[in-house]
């Protein structure tokens, strides 16, 4: 059983379309993250929701909006697609605060997207 | 938040020992010294953590400087299956935000 799970894996579509990556965890976690990798490999948080609740958007276009309808499933929907969102895209979830004394992160595989 | 420093890549031998260093001259006394590793096409994954004291898991050891600017990753015997990007990663108690610096690739020759 996949703890993180998230679909589509591998998404290729054209400048200026819709989309959204699904992610969904089995672990009971009260966190859920979006992470953006981009092609130099740097992996930077975008959201965190806390309880369906958001608490960490960092400096990411409105075009990026999350979703979290109960605490299990955390979903990104990006509007009108630029070619510089091109990048994998990584949900993950923790038992609360991840920092401190220890509570891991824990990482789905991964979303290919690729703006063309 | 804390910088780090790490080398960019290194290369082991397999079933050899590899220390991965990590200096974080700036972290303060109540953060936690995480480590990361991302294999090859996949999300990061937990390896260990640490506050003052050496730690061991059944993945790795964490031996951390007495001054605390400094950790080093040890695998004890390197296999192929542990070529990975490895991330240090100081963290204060009671963020959100893990910082992922850009890591050590690490790789494995057979």
């Known amino acids: 059983d996949t703890a993180v799970s998230q679909t589509p894996k591998y998404l290729v579509t054209q400048m200026g379309n819709d989309k959204s990556i699904k992610c969904e965890q089995n672990?009971?976690?009260?966190?859920m993250y979006w992470y953006k990798q981009d092609s130099k490999k740097f992996l930077k948080i975008m959201f965190s929701?806390?309880?369906?609740?958001?608490?960490i958007n960092e400096t990411v276009p409105n075009r990026f909006s999350p979703k979290s309808p109960d605490k299990a499933h955390l979903n990104l929907h990006i509007n009108s697609l630029e070619l510089g969102d091109s990048a994998v895209y990584f949900c993950a979830s923790s038992q609360d605060l991840p920092g401190g004394i220890g509570n891991t992160i824990y990482f789905g595989e991964g979303s290919w997207l690729t703006v063309v | 938040d804390a910088k780090t420093t790490q080398p960019n890549s290194m290369e082991s031998n397999e079933e050899e020992p590899v220390h991965l260093p990590c200096n974080h001259s700036t972290i303060s006394g109540t953060d936690y010294i995480h480590w990361y590793r991302q294999l090859p096409s996949q999300g990061p994954e937990y390896v260990i953590h640490g506050l003052t004291s050496n730690v061991n898991n059944r993945m790795a050891s964490l031996a951390i400087a007495e001054d605390r600017k400094s950790s080093t990753l040890i695998l004890h015997r390197a296999t192929l299956r542990d070529a990975a990007v490895y991330y240090c990663?100081?963290?204060?108690?009671?963020?959100?935000?893990?910082?992922f610096g850009t890591g050590t690739r690490l790789k494995v020759l057979a």
């Open positions: 929701y806390n309880n369906k609740e958001l608490i």
């Open positions: 990663i100081p963290s204060p108690s009671g963020t959100y935000k893990y910082i």
């Open positions: 672990l009971g976690h009260d966190t």
